[in-house]
């Protein structure tokens, strides 16, 4: 059946540099900007026009660089790629007619095969990259949780025509400019798609579908990096977290123990929320923590295996922690897997609703506007403080690599070298 064509129209500034100095004052949203270096400050327009700062700029009839004009934008649904996915494509135009124009001309042109239907039958980094994540799904190498979160990754790719081309057509330069206008992203979104880009071309490489080895050690495209600074998960200072704890147990918050677990135990939410009354121990003294709440593969909220093989750990149960066990035991609602947490059908407790009543409490006793991670730091920051031995954190913590714990606590770490520096000092300071 013919699909309907639709027309997604809409509205952009378009900055174009000025040929004489107007001697303007500088534009206020440029002059506020944190990250002018990513448009070399100011000279590269091709940067400036996906700058999301540049883009809304409310400033844009006193910018002393560019002349503002508006342009007018319509995307039309050109097919589908092997997966159902749709190719798009857009036509700009100082009208809003003519842009329409554009785009219905180029269907009636590409439903008669006039142009090229890229995407659709022949290999490109979209397509391969949506396989290979398919075939690591059902292999069981990835879980539902990761495996959702690595398909909208490369949906990040779906505004790319070169993203639908064969692989072998893509150009070098497309692939850096793209890695290029990534560093308005985070860190973190810049790493996972440069390796899905960098797996994509070694399957491809090995299965001769290109000879382009743009990601190989001696021809590598670099990394870029994010223009944004790197979020840091805060921990509360023991002050904070005092006044947190009395709070929630005088308002008798409605998830007041899941937040004190997490503070006494270092557990993710997931975790908590996904324990039994059978995982605790109170003979043997111990939590086991072998499942978490995570992902099926339609984004429902599941239980399921434990982040890591090293997740699956057991806790002590701490003199803190116990009562508060003890007490969510005794009140839970009945649910069939006979959950500690749950809401009063039985059903599993929402995460995005925990950590959202978390950062109003927060707020609301003016301290740092948290999430439940920031929970599981501040129970290992008050264990480095103790001065606990870092192989034993990182057991407690459920890393894999004892690394990732140094890594994680590496501020702290050097405070700690720095009061233990202090007590050879004083041994020093003794008479012989």
């Known amino acids: ?59 844009a009839d006193i910018c002393d660089t560019f002349y503002i004009t508006k342009q007018f934008k319509a995307t039309i649904t050109v097919g589908r790629d092997t997966h159902g996915n749709a190719l798009r494509k857009s036509f700009s135009s100082t009208s809003e007619d003519e842009a329409v124009f554009k785009a219905i001309q180029y269907k009636k042109d590409y439903d008669m ?39 909208e990754t490369i949906k990040l790719l779906a505004d790319k025509r070169w993203a639908f081309f064969p692989i072998d057509k893509v150009r070098r330069e497309d692939l850096e400019e793209y890695l ?19 797996r994509v071309y070694a399957v491809a490489n090995y299965r001769l579908m ?7 050690v001696e021809d590598q ?4 990096k994010s223009v944004k600074e790197d979020k840091k998960v805060c921990a509360l200072t023991l002050e904070q977290e005092n006044r947190f704890i009395e709070y929630i147990k005088v308002a008798g918050a409605m998830y007041k123990n899941i937040y004190l677990i997490a503070l006494y135990t270092g557990m993710r939410i997931g975790e908590i929320v996904a324990l039994t009354v059978d995982d605790i121990n109170f003979k043997g003294n111990y939590i086991d923590i072998n499942k978490t709440v995570t992902l099926d593969e339609k984004g429902n909220e599941k239980i399921g295996s434990t982040k890591t093989s ?36 039985g059903s599993l407790m929402c995460r995005k609703v925990i950590n959202a009543e978390l950062s109003r409490i927060c707020k609301k006793i003016g301290l740092p506007r948290i999430s439940m991670h920031a929970l599981r730091h501040t129970f290992a920051t008050r264990c480095v ?7 034993a954190l990182q057991g407690f913590m459920g890393h894999a690599d004892i690394q990732t714990t140094l890594d994680t606590y590496a501020d702290l770490q050097d405070d700690f070298k720095v009061k233990e520096m202090k007590k050879l000092d004083k041994y020093f300071e003794k008479p012989v």
């Open 221 to 224: 495209i670099k990394m870029p």
């Open 1 to 59: 059946m013919k699909e309907e064509l639709k027309i997604i129209k809409g509205q952009y500034i378009i900055k174009q540099k000025r040929k004489i100095d107007n001697h303007k004052p500088i534009c206020p949203t440029c002059q506020k900007c944190t990250h002018r270096d990513f448009c070399n400050f100011r000279n590269n327009l091709s940067k400036m026009k996906i700058c999301d700062d540049c883009k809304k700029c409310e400033n």
């Open 180 to 198: 290029t206008e990534l560093r308005l992203y985070s860190n973190s979104s810049i790493i996972k798609i440069y390796n899905i880009l960098k």
């Open 310 to 345: 090293n997740g699956r750990r057991k806790i002590v149960i701490n003199k803190l922690v116990k009562p508060i066990l003890q007490e969510a035991i005794k009140d839970r609602n009945k649910s069939e897997q006979n959950l500690i947490f749950c809401r009063e059908n």
């Open 210 to 216: 290109t000879k382009n080895k743009f990601f190989d």
């Open 113 to 151: 095969g006039l142009v090229t239907k890229t995407g659709v039958k022949q290999k490109s980094i979209y397509n391969l990259a949506m396989e290979l994540e398919e075939k690591k799904y059902n292999s069981g190498e990835i879980k539902s949780s990761t495996y959702i979160r690595n398909i």
């Open 385 to 391: 403080e103790s001065g606990m031995n870092f192989k």
